[in-house]
């Protein structure tokens, strides 16, 4: 086998791993490792230990270079700001603290309720209510609406 030969499934192996961060699936990962291998292997027969070493280690280079660019793209690079934390809330939740309204829907424990003019989706902390029952906001986290009975 030719070097241009081995040199073309050593490039169509690097590209079959690259193509396999972009269309995960398993089969392209292997088979480009396959090539790989391969052409580690016939680097080894025709042209003896020392070219196969070198051949290894630019393949070893070349492979986790590759996989390094490619995943450094793939991941989230923000950071959550420890001072700020992390909420869940939204500020338009937020201003109905303390608020009442009237339930449009019995609770049990989730239903409708009507807050300054609007329907909203609100829980109680498990405790049924029927409809009709004017109930205040005690709680607005983790993206939930908390009633208890006025």
Known sequence: MSGVLLL???VAGLALVIVEMFVPGG???LLGAGLLAYA???TFLQYGAATGVV??????LATTAVLWVGLRR???RERLDPERGYTVSRPEQERLLGHEGVTITPLRPSG???IDGRRV???TRGEPLEAGTRVRV???SANRIVVRKV
């Open 27 to 29: 089969l392209l990962g």
């Open 112 to 114: 409708l309720a009507r």
């Open 55 to 60: 051949a290894s280690l630019a393949t070893a």
């Open 8 to 10: 073309g499934l050593f």
């Open 138 to 140: 005690i709680d607005t």
């Open 121 to 123: 989706d609100v829980v």
């Open 74 to 76: 793939m991941t989230v």
């Open 40 to 42: 580690l292997y016939e």
